[in-house]
């Protein structure tokens, strides 16, 4: 990085050589966490100083340093050499061993000689040690003391250390550092030099991750800064508008009179992207990444885009990087990963305190009102105050009139000027360098601004040195915001509209556009703007059809919905609310999650709620209940929650909108609803990853209630929640669940004991309400001892009350609810606490085969307990069907029973599992009669679906591996259900024979041989772990399974699954046959693009590794139409397959046709590894042997040329291509000229590649938006 010789230190001067001393021991302290107050210094170098310069003062059991040997420790730092001679008079002038050192030794400490022209190698540093030693030797009874010598060369070792002290010493040195600081003066105000940050009692810090806790002061938003950036990996995104003090903020991290516990600035290296530094910051993080070095960088104007790649650099496995990025756009702008936060406007006391200071002649009236004017902006109130003179009043100048006064700053009027930023404050940011072409933006806005173009040019140079336009490379920006906005409110006002649409819209190229649009969208006050966003969304114009719009067209949507949200609400509704509008946009589209992330912004105002929260339903009723990514059901629900919901609509409307939803028929908008209602009745946890920001429009996080409104927000919910119950509402099942999951929350949290209490007596009136009993026992159990008496006693009430009773409610409790919470049911009925899972698990199995005894000739209870028992449950039928079939009198009437009930339930909520439970509870009483069931089981429509589900209640055996073969021919069966035969060693009953016939005729059904494989593989793992040889039946089946099977659609399961039987059939004899048959086999589904290499790689390797002649004669093609298919194949997958065979072996084969195999291998392999670290690559072992063994090494290093085409990397691509240059020295000093020549040529082809690279990244480094 800032590489630092031994010869940059000799340059330095005494001064300069005493602060470096002082910069690294208070580094070397910082860093082991030390106290920087243990350090003293003073007084001239070579002035009788009494022997040291700088002085450590620790405890004595505090850590040591590298550089620090011990505890007290001194340092005598001298410019000049310090031969022998010298030594012995520094340290005993006149014979006498100096008083410090003395009291050095006596302290157990250490005495440090550094001398900056001091060049020694190992022989001359003892010299000068060992006259150290001697000089020390010759005081008697003086304890032993630590004695060193610090040359340049070790000195320049430990600045090294630190990049920021590395930089300083460049800089001291008057070297170039393109771009980059250490630690300083990086806001580049000279009034600011040397001043104390001044805190700001204001909360002006906004902490994105953390929303609900609200803004902070300054001083605890440095010290939460300064947590996240002392780690590496810390990653802090600070944003906010062009002059609020952004940099000064970042400079007080590193200020030790700021906070608590600065952040070194040793550590820390700074860039502003507008100064083009180089290395750009992609490559300098990359360096420090891959060095382990640990550095906190930060980087100033950077855009987004360069974030998201600067954060998954210095997030990689060796970084010791921490990274902090600054920006004046405060759009949507939270990267995954990354600690985002907002900086707001200074607080008028700080803003006059600041003017104070720089302007002292300007009085308190005058401070005030610029205060007033700036909004917090410190760049304006400073422009402003440098624009008054000593003796004149603006306390009652008008906003315009400061307005005009900032414009001109003491100088003359300027009607070209002020009409040159008016138009280029049209715009967020413009090209200001291109003059001529499709791409070039300065042509339009000088006709804009009835100039020519090199007039308007020269104007923008005249305010960028008025600091009101802002350069990054060859854009400009009119800055800070406000004056922007100020300034293209007034060009819309004294310019035509279709002037500006003509030109702009028309005219102009799209960058230009859409910045445009984004400059729009912060004039909501401006009517001209109003008029032109409501012009382009009225139907048939601009932005008039929503689902017709092109990506741009979308994002200007989305730029300039903060002038009208009206209007575009309307346009939305126009477009979407159509039947098949939403449903037309595709799920995994990013513009569906982008429209509905504008529509949950438009339901912040409470009078566009209720038809902006029925749009956004229709997104999420027309996704699948399934669907994760791109889902935009939490955008939806968000608007529901308490906290942070981004609306201000009543808790009324939020509950109109969930009953419209519940009382629709489709089933997809109910579950919709529900989702939004246990949103309302979350108790705790309450998070948004939404941008609450919309233009300039003042914006919170929605309604923040106080407790009292929080009460009655779940007063109103809950009795929502019970009129629906009341009323036979067919969700009542779910919303007691609702109700129950939050119950304890609302209880402790919210205090809502009374509604609760009316709420359980209304619900037990209607029905049982046994999860809400659970949930009661639960609050009883973990909080009983932090409550009131009588509080409690009511609890309890209520807990009695919901108690199931009888059997009936007794039975639900225990079978129906999830497994779980059936435990709670066997403490109430056995008395005991549960120990262990285990424990309680047999316990509740055992409870519910004695209620399924009871129930079985209880026939009330059975007849209404049954439709739920053959529906989908996560409780225990199984351990219940046992007892049924255990207490009833008839056991083919119960069957029937519970086969007519399983049979007229919904297809989609059916369970088998108390039939399951059934047969094997009826097998201990009569295997003849279960296995009349099972027979009948296999024809049955509704049964014969779960036959195999059911034939595994009991032992398969021939019979059952009968009705196996008699269920394939009827179809009966979906493929999935023959999946149940994989569990648990159920197949081993089955005769070897009779399974291997049924696996091969399910292999016939589609997608069934992959269902037979994993069957085999599960009939097979036993035999392995018990070291039993695998029956010949099993071996010629798979050997039949293999080649059957079809590639086409092959999951990481089936992989696996055929790696193991393809064990067991190569290793048998005839193994070869099957290899090659099974190589063509893939090699045509690869080559015809039906699968693969990369799904099928690790069959592949082992293939190449049982049987690699073969394999290799298979895929490594001399001729043929899929060559090239196949060879990218192959080098994509960087030859892994290649590498499971011995080299030998490998350049045998070559050798058979040298002419052909080896540029074949050469384009099937990558020519490039990852090295030991991941950071960095090297030659791969097989391109060196390749290159080694070829006859004509030309061939193959064409046929490795590619790997320099296509590159994967993380980071900086520039940075990719500098380590493939590394990884090619050994080939640039190869034996053969032909290699060294190869090398050399790519090597300059290389550095081409990465310049044309860096200039890349810093063009899209530099932009503004």
């Given at each position: 990085m800032f590489e630092v010789t031994g010869e940059d230190i000799s340059n330095l001067n005494d001064v300069d050589l005493r602060t470096l001393v002082v910069k690294l021991c208070e580094a070397e302290l910082r860093r082991v966490d030390l106290p920087v107050s243990a350090l003293t210094a003073g007084g001239d170098q070579n002035a009788p100083d009494g022997g040291l310069d700088v002085r450590i003062a620790l405890n004595e059991q505090d850590k040591q340093t590298d550089f620090i040997p011990r505890s007290n420790t001194g340092?005598?730092?001298?410019v000049p050499d310090m031969p022998r001679s010298a030594i012995l008079e520094e340290m005993a002038p006149d014979g006498n061993l100096r008083p410090v050192i003395q009291e050095l030794a006596h302290k157990q400490?250490?005495?440090?000689?550094?001398?900056?022209?001091?060049?020694?190698?190992?022989?001359?540093?003892?010299?000068?040690?060992?006259?150290?030693?001697?000089?020390?030797?010759?005081?008697?009874?003086?304890p032993p003391i630590h004695l060193d010598f610090y040359d340049r060369d070790r000195l320049a070792t430990w600045v090294r250390q630190y990049p920021g002290v590395s930089l300083w010493v460049q800089t001291q040195l008057g070297k170039s550092t393109s771009g980059w600081q250490g630690y300083g003066n990086w806001s580049g105000r000279s009034e600011q030099i040397g001043t104390k940050y001044m805190l700001d009692e204001k909360c002006r810090l906004y902490d994105a991750q953390d929303p609900k806790g609200g803004k902070l002061t300054v001083e605890k938003g440095v010290n939460r800064l300064r947590e996240v950036l002392v780690n590496p990996k810390g990653i802090v995104r600070l944003i906010g508008l062009s002059g609020v003090g952004k940099t000064r903020f970042v400079e007080a991290l590193f200020d030790s009179s700021v906070g608590e516990k600065a952040l070194d600035p040793a550590v820390v290296v700074y860039t502003d992207i507008a100064a083009e530094p180089s290395p750009s910051p992609r490559d300098m993080i990359h360096r420090f990444a891959q060095s382990a070095q640990r550095a906190i960088i930060v980087v100033d104007n950077c855009p987004p885009s360069t974030h998201h790649e600067l954060a998954k650099i210095s997030a990689s496995a060796l970084s010791s990087v921490s990274l902090l990025t600054v920006e004046y756009d405060v759009g949507e702008d939270e990267p995954e990963g990354t600690e985002v936060f907002r900086l707001e406007g200074a607080s008028g006391d700080v803003i006059e305190n600041i003017i104070e200071k720089v302007a002292p002649h300007i009085s308190q009236v005058n401070r005030r009102r610029i205060s007033e004017f700036s909004g917090g902006n410190f760049r304006i109130a400073l422009v402003l105050a440098k624009s008054i003179d000593r003796s004149e009043s603006v306390a009652k100048l008008s906003d315009n009139d400061l307005f005009s006064r900032l414009f001109r700053q003491r100088r003359s009027e300027n009607s070209d000027l002020l009409r040159a930023a008016e138009v280029c404050s049209l715009v967020y940011s413009?090209?200001?360098?291109?003059?001529?072409?499709?791409?070039?933006?300065?042509?339009?806005?000088?006709?804009?601004?009835?100039?020519s173009v090199p007039e308007l040019f020269r104007n923008v140079q005249e305010l960028k040195e008025r600091e009101l336009v802002q350069q990054r490379s060859k854009w400009r920006a009119v800055l800070p915001h406000a004056l922007a906005n100020k300034l293209a409110q007034r060009a819309l006002e004294r310019?035509?509209?279709?002037?500006?649409?003509?030109?702009?819209?028309?005219?102009?190229?799209?960058?230009?556009?859409?910045?445009?649009?984004?400059?729009?969208?912060?004039?909501?006050?401006?009517?001209?703007?109003?008029?032109?966003?409501?012009q382009w969304l009225s139907e048939g114009s601009l932005l008039g059809q929503v689902n017709k719009l092109n990506p741009l067209e979308l994002d200007m949507l989305r730029n300039v919905a903060p002038v009208n949200p009206e209007a575009t609400l309307a346009a939305l509704e126009r477009s979407l609310g159509i039947p098949g509008g939403v449903e037309g946009i595709t799920p995994l589209s990013e513009r569906r999650y982008k429209i509905a992330a504008l529509i949950a912004n438009?339901?912040?105002?409470?009078?566009?709620?209720?038809?902006?929260?029925?749009?956004?339903?229709?997104?999420?009723?027309?996704?699948?209940?399934?669907?994760?990514?791109?889902?935009?059901?939490?955008?939806?629900?968000?608007?529901?929650?308490?906290?942070?919901?981004?609306?201000h609509a009543s808790v009324q409307q939020r509950l109109n909108c969930i009953d419209t939803l519940l009382s629709s028929p489709n089933t997809r908008s109910?579950?919709?609803?529900?989702?939004?209602?246990?949103?309302?009745?979350?108790?705790?946890?309450?998070?948004?990853?939404?941008?609450?920001?919309?233009?300039?429009r003042p914006r919170d996080f929605g309604w923040e209630p106080t407790t009292h409104e929080a009460v009655g927000w779940f007063r109103a919910v809950l009795m929502f929640v019970l009129q629906k119950i009341i009323s036979g509402h067919k969700c009542t099942c779910q919303l007691k669940s609702l109700v129950a999951t939050n119950f304890r929350g609302i209880l402790t949290k919210w205090g809502m004991l009374n509604e609760l209490e009316e709420l359980a007596e209304k619900i037990i009136e209607c029905e049982s309400w046994p999860d809400g009993w659970l949930r009661v026992r639960e609050v009883i159990k973990d909080s009983a001892a932090k409550m009131q008496p009588e509080v409690l006693e009511r609890i309890k009430r209520i807990e009695n009350l919901l108690r199931p009773k009888d059997l009936l409610e007794q039975s639900k409790a225990c079978v129906l609810l999830p497994q779980w919470s059936s435990f709670e049911f066997s403490e109430v009925v056995s008395g005991a606490e549960k120990k262990d899972f285990q424990t309680s698990f047999s316990k509740v199995d055992t409870i519910s085969e004695e209620l399924g005894k009871v129930v079985a000739v209880t026939p009330d209870v059975f007849s209404q307990l049954l439709p739920d028992l053959v529906k989908d449950s996560h409780g225990r039928g199984v351990a219940f069907g046992i007892g049924l079939a255990q207490g009833a009198t008839n056991l083919h009437e119960m069957w029937e029973v519970l086969k007519t009930a399983f049979t007229t339930a919904p297809e989609l909520v059916q369970t088998p599992m108390v039939l399951r439970g059934f047969l094997i509870g009826a097998s201990q009483r009569s295997l003849k009669i279960v296995s009349s069931f099972l027979d009948s089981a296999v024809s049955d429509p509704a049964l014969g679906k779960v036959f195999p589900f059911l034939q595994c209640a009991v032992e398969i055996g021939s019979r059952g591996g009968q009705r196996l073969l008699e269920s394939l021919p009827l179809g009966i069966v979906p493929l999935w259900g023959y999946k149940y035969l994989c569990t648990g060693g159920v197949t081993a009953s089955i005769p070897n024979a009779q399974l291997k016939q049924f696996l091969i005729e399910l292999s016939h059904r589609p997608s069934g041989c992959a269902v037979a494989i994993e069957i085999l593989v599960m009939r097979i793992y036993p035999l392995k772990g018990a070291s039993l040889s695998v029956p010949q039946e099993f071996i010629s089946c798979g050997c039949e399974l293999l080649l059957r099977y079809d590639f086409t659609d092959v999951v990481p399961n089936d992989v696996s699954n055929i790696c193991e039987i393809l064990k067991v059939c190569l290793a048998s004899q005839g193994g070869g046959g099957l290899a090659q048959k099974i190589c063509l086999n893939l090699i045509h589904s690869i080559s015809d693009g039906q699968t693969s290499f990369s799904k099928c790689s690790r069959i592949i390797e082992e293939l190449f590794e049982a049987t690699p002649l073969i394999a290799l004669d298979v895929f490594i093609p001399p001729k043929g139409d899929k060559r090239v298919r196949l060879l990218y194949e192959f080098w994509q997958n960087k030859g892994i397959a290649l590498r499971r065979v011995q080299p030998a072996v490998l350049i045998d084969w070559a050798n058979e046709e040298p002419k052909i195999r080896f540029p074949e291998l050469a384009e099937a392999i990558d020519l490039f590894v990852s090295a030991d670290s991941s950071s960095s690559i090297a030659i791969s072992p097989e391109a060196l042997q390749l290159i080694s063994a070829a006859p004509d090494k030309s061939i193959v290093l064409a046929g490795?040329?590619?790997?320099?085409?296509?590159?994967?990397?993380?980071?900086s691509l520039s940075e990719a291509y500098d380590m493939r240059r590394s990884a090619l020295r050994p080939l640039k000093n190869h034996l053969s000229e032909v290699v060294v020549s190869w090398a050399c040529e790519w090597d300059a082809n290389l550095i081409r590649r990465a310049e044309a690279e860096r200039s890349r990244e810093r063009a899209e480094d530099e932009r503004f938006e």
């Open positions: 340092f005598q730092v001298k400490g250490a005495y440090v000689i550094v001398s900056s022209h001091g060049s020694t190698a190992d022989r001359p540093l003892q010299n000068r040690v060992l006259a150290m030693q001697e000089t020390v030797g010759g005081v008697p009874d003086l413009f090209n200001g360098e291109v003059a001529e072409g499709q791409e070039a933006e300065l042509p339009i806005l000088a006709k804009l601004a009835e100039l310019t035509m509209l279709s002037v500006i649409s003509d030109a702009l819209v028309f005219e102009g190229p799209e960058r230009l556009l859409k910045s445009f649009s984004r400059r729009i969208g912060y004039l909501h006050h401006s009517e001209n703007a109003q008029r032109l966003v409501t438009l339901a912040f105002d409470a009078g566009l709620f209720e038809r902006a929260s029925a749009l956004l339903a229709r997104f999420v009723i027309a996704e699948a209940a399934t669907q994760k990514f791109n889902s935009t059901r939490g955008v939806f629900d968000g608007l529901f929650q308490l906290y942070l919901s981004g609306t109910q579950t919709v609803g529900l989702g939004a209602l246990e949103r309302m009745l979350e108790p705790y946890h309450f998070s948004s990853t939404r941008n609450f920001e919309f233009g300039a490795l040329e590619k790997s320099f085409d296509s590159i994967s990397w993380c980071g």
